[in-house]
């Protein structure tokens, strides 16, 4: 159930229930409700604000046995906080991709040259 996925999801996180209520802008209570699948039926927009704040996919939190083995390492979205806070948006994602490809590439350019 969506309840179970979710405390489980933020267990893994290492984040407490008021923690993921005051990130996700969601009352703790209605969120408590909700891992206790007391709540068994949340709006898509709380669901949204919820995986936002986990770090998934909203599918992953509907599905009934989500797949932690493919959740994404606390150090990735920590970096994922990180560029929010520095001002970088979603749409300039491809941007940076070039970015971290060029560097990517001048490292294995380097690299070769010294072997």
Request: hydrophobic content about 35%; aromatic content about 8%; glycine content about 4%.
């Amino acid at each position: 159930m969506i309840g179970d996925n979710i405390y489980r999801i933020r267990k893994s996180r290492g984040l407490t229930l008021s923690e993921l209520a005051e990130r996700s802008n969601v009352s703790k209570s209605y969120l408590s409700n909700i891992e206790r699948n007391v709540n068994q039926n949340p709006s898509i927009q709380v669901v949204e604000k919820i995986a936002a704040v986990l770090g998934v996919e909203f599918n992953w939190l509907l599905e009934l046995q989500p797949q932690h083995d493919s959740l994404p390492e606390q150090e990735w979205l920590d970096f994922i906080d990180e560029l929010k806070k520095i001002g970088v948006k979603k749409e300039q994602l491809e941007e940076y991709k070039r970015v971290f490809a060029f560097i990517k590439w001048q490292q294995e350019t380097k690299n070769t040259l010294v072997e």
